[in-house]
């Protein structure tokens, strides 16, 4: 059974960061490329960045600069770094991989 666990979220004033993880088990993670997406009130999900399992990163260029995402394929775990984060990047942030999803794990970033 594929299981991804976000955490890491949380409130955060603007210029602020945070590390958001992403555990994954039930797949082979070593072979399936990695995703974080994002969610905010009112909106679609959009992608926010991706990782092949080469660890070849992109990102939306909302958040290039940014973020960074990376991975840790003795720990099955993604990792999204988010730095001098604004106002705008309040949202659920989602991880996923294999056709699956994770719970979401709620950032905010407010003063």
């Known amino acids: 059974q594929v299981q991804l666990v976000e955490s890491g979220g949380g409130l955060v004033q603007p210029g602020g960061s945070l590390r958001l993880s992403c555990a994954a088990s039930?797949?082979?993670?070593?072979?399936?490329d990695m995703w974080w997406y994002r969610q905010a009130p009112g909106e679609e999900r959009e992608l926010v960045a991706?990782?092949?399992?080469?660890?070849?990163?992109s990102y939306t260029d909302s958040v290039k600069g940014r973020f960074t995402i990376s991975r840790d394929h003795a720990k099955n775990t993604v990792y999204l770094q988010m730095n001098s984060l604004k106002p705008e990047d309040t949202a659920v942030y989602y991880c996923?991989?294999?056709?699956?999803w994770g719970q979401g794990t709620q950032v905010t970033v407010s003063s």
């Open positions: 996923a991989a294999a056709g699956k």
């Open positions: 039930g797949i082979f993670f070593s072979i399936n």
């Open positions: 991706a990782v092949t399992t080469g660890g070849y990163p």
